[in-house]
């Protein structure tokens, strides 16, 4: 039990120091852009870090039987958090201007994990609601979260940049962020991945909930936020292609559609991990 | 005693017009290096941009060596009234003034990155001529190393402070990579074309419009574009991302009305518009459309004096970083001072021939007289043993030798190869 606590506590730590170093990096006031990009490598090297005590935390976690047993949601939130900065890591691989984004992206791995700790004592998934279907509407929920996560980031970069370069305020931040069209397209992309992910997600869970519950109440609002999220990232990908609606309102429905998948999360949390 | 100078004339002093008439370049330059030898200048460096014509050197006197200087430029430019803008550093000053130049402080657009590169070749040709010793060849070793700390350490270097290389900066910010991009002219003008460059520089395809296809021609083939029919406007609109206009139209040109066509047609796709024109081409409403982005010439030049200022910022942070390098090149220079190093060596044989005198008398028994005698010896051995050695450094008074000196002699502690000198106890007599 020590131990498990001990690695959350430094993981949290470390993600928190990560969270820190990036905010820094993007946001530092009169510092050039050479000094911002020393202090993005240096955040992404405590990055790489916290993913090491993440993994090993995960791992003592799941041989430790004196530790109870991780109720789903937790899971759920632990591997959304994880997954969201391994992905993070992978997209630097390719695009290492977005680097900065780790501003936006590291604040919410660090909410994911403080959530995954929370209220530890709630008891596992009871018998009765398990089924086939748990896994898969949990897997691939929790990948189009980190998808989403990723396009937030994106999006939250793309106001921003939007702003600076209307109100034509091109100092410190407006040279650290990536070019406009990289964050548009970035973020774009995301919501490809994560679209048919949340999709295949709601299918899940509604086929699932049906058949354990029954008499359950049709629309919870878990359910609810789940639609909206639906709907706002199926206007960002439908009037992009359709209308060529882009840029900014794409970003604010991406933005939206991100808060609105982490309600689901949220509400979950609340009714203490079952369905 | 010798001493580092630097006499010329740059552009705090000089009007272009004699800078230009000054300046020294190619076979001139090698003649000039070549004639250094053998006058007042031990070694030499000439430094020879449009901002500067510049004379690094190690002269036995900075006086001469700046009245030298001045008879070599007389004889390039009789005309120029070369005393009125001939300026003299030495010594501190001097070391001070080659790592300001070399780091851009000096120059007239503060951080641009040219003048490193122009010393670099200054010096490799002085080499090469071999005016250059190992004075001048640790001063500009070292000039080199300040420019590239205060280049990494500051921002001295960054934002770009002309209105066409912002444009391009600006349009790199929005876009990212430009290569597959259109760039469309509208009219012609200076300032217009350069940023049509500059932007086609980077990989952009370019078009350029003129209510006259003859100058349409003409510029599209000086920017390195295709000339368009003016009628092919909004055609060529719904196709451009970046837009520069530069016409002499009294009216906008680009309204409300016939951009809300193009940004339909072209499905808000965003549009970079740089209106270059007084008055105005761009109707200032359809900088509000949704992404559509609109910068006038007052915009840009705002950007480039932001820029400036932050450059000038950045370099009272590498003032500082010179100052301290001043310090620890002058600290080495001391070091090569002869007086110090006469006494060190004197110090350092008094020592052992001491030592050695006392070991053996303190086995004997030896009267008073005897002890002085053979004192009077231990003095006359150490000034015998030196008289050639010292001979040498006073006459030649070599950095080289008394460098080696210092090293064979271990003056600056052991081991330390081109130390930071001790703060020695042996007396530094400095030459003001």
């Known amino acids: ?275 | 005693m010798s001493d580092l100078c630097v006499v010329g004339v740059s552009h705090h002093t000089a009007e272009l017009a004699v800078r230009e008439r000054l300046a020294v370049e190619g076979d001139a330059l090698r003649e000039l290096l070549g004639a250094l030898r053998g006058g007042p200048l031990r070694e030499g460096v000439v430094l020879s941009t449009c901002n500067r014509v510049e004379f690094y050197a190690h002269a036995d006197a900075v006086a001469e060596a700046e009245s030298h200087v001045r008879e070599l430029l007389l004889a390039r430019a009789p005309d120029v009234p070369v005393g009125d803008v001939l300026y003299t550093r030495s010594g501190r000053d001097a070391v001070r003034h080659a790592f300001r130049v070399a780091s851009s402080l000096d120059s007239l657009v503060v951080g641009e990155p040219q003048i490193l590169g122009q010393i670099k070749e200054a010096y490799d040709i002085a080499h090469r001529q071999g005016a250059v010793g190992t004075l001048l060849d640790r001063w500009f070793s070292r000039a080199f190393a300040v420019a590239k700390r205060v280049r990494s350490e500051t921002s001295i270097a960054e934002g770009t402070v002309s209105v066409s290389s912002i444009a391009t900066a600006l349009a790199k910010k929005i876009f990212g990579e430009l290569t597959a991009r259109r760039v469309v002219l509208i009219g012609a003008g200076e300032m217009g074309e350069a940023a049509a460059k500059s932007l086609a520089g980077t990989g952009a395809s370019l078009r350029v419009i003129n209510r006259s296809p003859e100058k349409a021609k003409a510029v599209a083939k000086a920017c390195g574009g295709e000339a368009r029919e003016y009628e092919a406007l909004a055609s060529e609109l719904a196709h451009a991302d970046v837009v520069i206009s530069t016409t002499a139209s009294k009216r906008p040109i680009l309204t409300e009305t016939l951009m809300k066509g193009v940004t339909r047609a072209r499905r808000f796709k965003p549009l970079f518009l740089i209106d270059i024109a007084v008055p105005r081409d761009v109707d200032p409403r359809v900088g509000k459309m949704s992404n559509v982005f609109l910068y006038d010439v007052d915009d840009l030049q705002q950007v480039a004096e932001e820029n400036l200022a932050h450059r000038h910022k950045a370099a009272e942070a590498a003032e500082r970083i010179v100052e301290v390098e001043v310090e620890e090149f002058e600290t080495w220079r001391r070091s090569l001072e002869l007086t110090p190093t006469i006494v060190g060596m004197r110090d350092r044989f008094s020592e052992i021939v001491h030592a050695e005198l006392e070991r053996t008398l303190g086995r004997m028994d030896v009267s008073d007289t005897d002890r002085k005698a053979l004192e009077r010896m231990e003095r006359a051995l150490v000034n015998k043993l030196l008289h050639q050695p010292l001979t040498a450094l006073k006459r030649d008074r070599d950095p080289a030798l008394i460098s080696a000196s210092r090293r064979l002699f271990e003056l600056d502690g052991t081991d330390e190869e081109e130390a930071q000198p001790q703060p020695s106890a042996t007396p530094v007599l400095k030459k003001g």
């Open chain 1, 1 to 275: 039990m020590a131990t498990t606590s001990m690695l959350f506590i430094a993981t949290a730590v470390l993600y928190s120091v990560t969270s820190a170093l990036y905010l820094v990096a993007l946001f530092r006031g009169t510092e050039g852009t050479t000094a911002a990009a020393r202090a993005s490598r240096s955040a992404r090297s405590v990055l790489l870090v916290s993913v090491v005590a993440h993994m090993t935390y995960l791992a003592v976690d799941r041989f430790n039987d004196a530790t109870p047993a991780m109720p789903v949601i937790h899971q759920t939130l632990t591997f959304i958090s994880l997954g969201v900065v391994v992905a993070f890591l992978i997209a630097l691989l390719r695009r290492p201007a977005i680097g900065v984004l780790g501003a936006f992206l590291s604040p919410v791995t660090l909410l994911f994990f403080l959530g995954s700790g929370l209220g530890r004592s709630v008891s596992e998934v009871s018998p009765e609601v398990r089924s086939a279907l748990l896994p898969v509407h949990v897997g691939v929920s929790l990948l189009g979260i980190v998808a989403f996560a990723l396009a937030f980031a994106a999006a939250m970069g793309y106001v921003l940049q939007e702003r600076l370069l209307r109100q034509k305020r091109l100092g410190g931040l407006f040279q650290r962020l990536p070019p406009l069209d990289v964050l548009d397209m970035f973020g774009f992309r995301s919501v490809s991945v994560g679209f048919p992910l949340l999709t295949l997600g709601i299918i899940t869970g509604a086929f699932w909930t049906l058949r354990i519950r029954p008499d359950a109440p049709p629309l919870a609002p878990t359910h609810v936020f789940a639609i909206v999220s639906w709907v706002l990232f199926a206007l960002v990908l439908v009037l992009r292609v359709a209308g060529g609606w882009r840029g900014r309102r794409a970003a604010f429905g991406t933005i939206l559609g991100f808060l609105s998948s982490a309600a689901v999360l949220l509400g979950y949390m609340l009714r203490g991990g079952g369905a």
